[in-house]
Nanobody, 125 residues
């Protein structure tokens, strides 16, 4: 499975960005697609995830109500709409794919098998 993330950039606080992750290769409906982020000097942290089959989602508390994860099965694409961006959202955002994940484990980076190259998001205050 290959993942290609795009959509990052520079935005002012309060603004919006939309990230996309295109999946190719031997994808499966059993996969969970997730977004993680890593700020300079910090560990990678969970942002949001969605199941290919069924579409159930999970969000980190610090993005609930601001970020929305969606999927387009026909295009094998997962998107992350980010609104009301804050300076603390600045990070490199990675998309990932994993199988066998359940709601309680969707937030664990160790559960994901495939990772994209990351796209940088900078929010200026």
């Amino acid at each position: 499975v290959q993942l290609q993330a795009s959509g990052g950039g520079l935005v002012q606080a309060g603004g919006s960005l939309r990230l996309s992750c295109a999946a190719s290769g031997r994808t499966s409906s059993s996969y969970v697609m997730g977004w993680f982020r890593q700020a300079p000097g910090k560990e990678r942290e969970f942002v949001a995830a969605i199941k290919w089959y069924g579409g159930s989602t999970r969000y980190a508390d610090y993005v609930k109500g601001r970020f929305t994860i969606t999927k387009d099965n026909a295009k094998s694409t997962v998107s992350l709409q980010m609104n009301s961006l804050k300076a603390e959202d600045t990070a490199v955002y990675y998309c990932a794919a994993g199988s066998g994940l359940i709601s309680s484990t969707m937030g664990r980076s160790s559960g994901y098998d495939y990772w994209g190259q990351g796209t940088k998001v900078t929010v200026s205050s």
